[in-house]
């Protein structure tokens, strides 16, 4: 009985680790499984997302490509024939490529647009799936730390806000890359206009 008495610290219960008291009450069991498994789907659409990026810049570098090939080999198909016609011919029928050769441009213009566009917004809507994951990932720490004192009603109210409160940062500019990229391209097609223009006159 003294040996007791003199130590009390020996009757008192030994506290669990946080991860048995998640296992022992049903709610916090069920929010960290509900939790772990949304964590994994975000892995899943971060991964999907990235892989559909990557596909995108694949598409934009061969647009690239496709154009400087194209224009390159017009040109040179343009001066060959030239050399063999007359100049006054030649000249009065270089509406027809430099029609075809505006067209042709245009077109990739708005597909190399097109697909800028699409990009950007993959990569808003990655950022928001990493920001969602950052979130969550740091509930599921703090469940697995405090065990029964984490409070179920408290932390998920304040992840509903964070993630419906979250403010997307945009720097006000008034040129972007794209716009650069639309501008290079139109100049480089007027550029072709006029090569065609010389090639088929002079």
Known sequence: MENQSSNPSIMLPKQSHPLHQIAETPTHRLLLKQWLKEEELI????????????????????LYIFFFLFHSIS??????????????????RSWIPSLCSLLCSMGIIWAVRYKTDVEVHLEKLL?????????????????????VEFDLLKEVDALRRAKSLRVEAKAVRKWSARDF???????????VLGLTRVILCS
Request: include cysteine; charged fraction near 30%.
């Open 127 to 147: 950022e928001r799936e990493e920001e969602d994951g950052k979130l969550l990932g740091k509930c599921v720490e703090e469940l697995k730390k405090k065990g």
């Open 75 to 92: 040109l040179l198909l343009l001066f060959n024939s030239s050399s063999k016609e007359a100049p006054v011919g030649g000249c009065h």
């Open 181 to 191: 990229v639309t501008l290079f391209f139109f100049t480089a097609s007027c550029l």
């Open 43 to 62: 892995l899943n659409r971060i991964s999907f997302k990235e892989t559909q990026i990557d596909l995108i810049r694949k598409e934009i570098t061969q």
